[in-house]
């Protein structure tokens, strides 16, 4: 499976004004190159500042952003995305997302995901994909642009919720994964299990999660606003868990979903 995509990124959900310039300009003096956001965050002119303040080549930088339901029809989406922008002072993004399929269907996926590649075509977007879409949903996708348009689907994912069908239908097809929520608002991190693997090995509970996702093919955007936090994670694509610590985390699976907005969500699979 080929994904232009970086394994290991910085979230900034629910970071704002202040916090969220400190966490990205701390993140890149530190190392980290992907930047993930989104239109509904109202946090793109904050990360624009922490990049044009980073002195950090574009070239070295992948930038997510995520395409509001609001501006999903064909007529908002390219305008929406010129805003987005705007906001973080960039002629391109590195990738696209659709971030909720639209609610109750409301505007045909087709008309979106034609407008995510018209806007791919204008040079505003590198790369496309999709986020929180379920089989039937990725279905579609498919049947629409093909499975190799799709750069990833960005679905809640960590140890409590791993999604089994999802994941094995996406890797049937071939179409990455992106885990967002990987430590679970934090609640994976006083798990036994994460507890005791953290303490054998002399790692955080944040990198035993961190490095069990991206052992299992995952890219994750964990997010902090503690220095520490930033950069004890950013060691995690360098650790290896067994094959039988990866499995003791696979048995944390519970089903357990956090993020299931009303009005918002697709019916899950």
Known sequence: MNTPIPSFGLGTFRLQGQVVIDAVRQALELGYRHIDTAQIYGNEAEVGQAIAESGVPRRELFVTTKVWTEHLAAEKLVPSLQESLRKLRLDQVDLTLI???SPAGAVP??????????AQAQGLTAHVGVSN??????????????????????????????????????????????????LAYGKVLGDAVITELARSRGW?????????????????????????????????????????????????????????????APVWD
Do not use: C
């Not at 996926?109 to 018209?118: E, M, P, R």
């Not at 642009?145 to 960590?158: C, D, F, R, S, Y």
């Not at 902090?224 to 990866?246: V, W, Y």
């Open 99 to 101: 971030h909720w399929p």
């Open 109 to 118: 996926l087709a008309d979106s995901l034609h407008a995510l590649q018209a």
């Open 133 to 182: 879409f379920t089989i039937p949903l990725l279905r579609q996708a498919i049947d629409v642009v093909g499975v190799k348009a799709i750069a990833t689907n960005q679905i809640e994912l960590h140890p409590y919720l791993q999604s089994p069908k999802l994941v094995a239908f996406a890797r049937e097809q071939g179409i990455h994964l992106t885990s967002y929520m990987t």
């Open 204 to 264: 955080t509970p944040a990198q035993v999660v961190l490095a069990w996702a991206l052992q299992r093919g995952f890219a994750v955007i964990p997010s902090s606003t503690k220095r520490d936090n930033l950069q004890g994670n950013l060691l995690a694509p360098t650790l290896r868990l067994s094959d039988s610590e990866l499995a003791r985390i696979d048995a944390l699976d519970r089903g357990e979903r956090l993020v299931n907005p009303d009005g918002l």
